[in-house]
């Protein structure tokens, strides 16, 4: 009887803590849900990717305001206006 109390024992705890255990299959979906959470917001981002792929190929407009966010560009007629922002002063600090 003690035997095969110590045999069903030694049983569980191989199947629990092997090398193909229980708690290896736990590490293995914990890394596999990581890696779908990481695919997700890849293809999310792919998505966003191809949308403004599409936009800077049919959209003038799109393509305008781009180029003058990202470029600094106006038009012909435009006049370009930039404001330095007067750095804050500390207080209690002397100069």
Known sequence: ????????????????????????????????????AKITKLEIENQEL?????RLKKDKNYIETVARRELGLIKDDEILYRFIKPEKKREGVKK
């Open 50 to 54: 191809l949308t403004e792929i599409n």
């Open 1 to 36: 009887m003690f035997f095969a109390v110590l045999f069903f024992g030694f049983i569980i705890a191989w199947l629990g803590f092997g090398e193909r255990g229980i708690t290896h299959l736990y590490r293995m979906e914990k890394e596999r849900q990581t890696y779908i």
